[in-house]
């Protein structure tokens, strides 16, 4: 008889512990961005969207990315894709939309649906509209001593900053196009530095490789 009142008991738990709320994408994205290459930049993709479950993110099971018209799907789920947190939002998604060798990303539109542990999903139609021509020169960043010097005519620019093992540290927005490190933000162990060129009315920004901070 106890166990029956237990395994009741149990049930009951259970039934009321996940939500059959479905979750909510709030916003989402996808970036264009630009990469340092011999023959010239390369293009790669983000897509990011803030996510919503009245369970908290720990309840989100999976994500997909489709484009229909070329029939594209991409699959994310909560052990690879990536989550970060600006301000009270929490972002959820990949730096990495992975396309054929030589390929790029349709522009048009696309549907992303969210699906929660509890099966529960919800979807949201939105466009990618990047341009299909870099909008601007590929930037540069130059570091001498202890001065750095950007060519960048993105309208934001900032510092990726790593470790000694490469490890990201911190994103330093810089104040102009040169200056000192010192008046600058960078972390004591920071070792090196990328410059993100960002144009974020157009989903649309460039990555230089790592220059050294030790001159």
């Known amino acids: 008889m106890m166990r029956k009142m237990m395994f009741g008991f149990l049930v009951v738990v259970l039934s009321f512990s996940c939500s059959r709320t479905e979750p909510v994408i709030a916003f989402g994205f996808?970036?264009?961005?630009?990469?340092?290459?011999?023959?010239?930049?390369?293009?790669?993709?983000?897509?990011?969207?803030?996510?919503?479950?009245?369970?908290?993110?720990?309840?989100?099971?999976?994500?997909y990315l489709y484009h229909d018209w070329d029939q594209l799907r991409w699959h994310f789920s909560s052990d690879d894709w990536v989550s970060y947190t600006e301000g009270s939002r929490t972002w959820i998604g990949s730096?990495?939309?992975?396309?054929?060798?030589?390929?790029?990303?349709?522009?048009?539109?696309?549907?992303?649906i969210l699906v929660n542990h509890g099966g529960e999903r919800s979807?949201?139609?939105?466009?990618?509209?990047?341009?299909?021509?870099?909008p601007f020169p590929f930037p540069t960043l130059t570091i001498s001593q202890s001065d750095f010097t950007v060519n960048s005519l993105y309208p934001q620019?900032?510092?990726?900053?790593?470790?000694?093992?490469?490890?990201?540290?911190?994103l330093v927005t810089l104040p102009g196009l040169s200056g000192?490190?010192?008046?600058?933000?960078i972390p004591s162990q920071a070792r090196t530095a990328a410059l993100w060129a960002q144009d974020a009315e157009r989903f649309t920004s460039a990555f230089t490789d790592v220059s050294s901070l030790q001159q």
């Open 30 to 63: 996808i970036e264009l961005v630009y990469y340092q290459d011999r023959d010239g930049p390369r293009e790669r993709f983000s897509f990011f969207i803030i996510p919503e479950d009245e369970d908290g993110i720990e309840n989100l099971a999976d994500l």
């Open 95 to 112: 730096r990495s939309i992975a396309i054929q060798e030589g390929g790029t990303l349709p522009r048009g539109q696309y549907r992303a």
């Open 123 to 134: 979807e949201r139609h939105f466009s990618f509209d990047a341009p299909e021509d870099p």
């Open 157 to 170: 620019n900032h510092l990726v900053c790593y470790d000694e093992a490469g490890n990201f540290l911190q």
């Open 180 to 185: 000192s490190l010192r008046d600058l933000d």
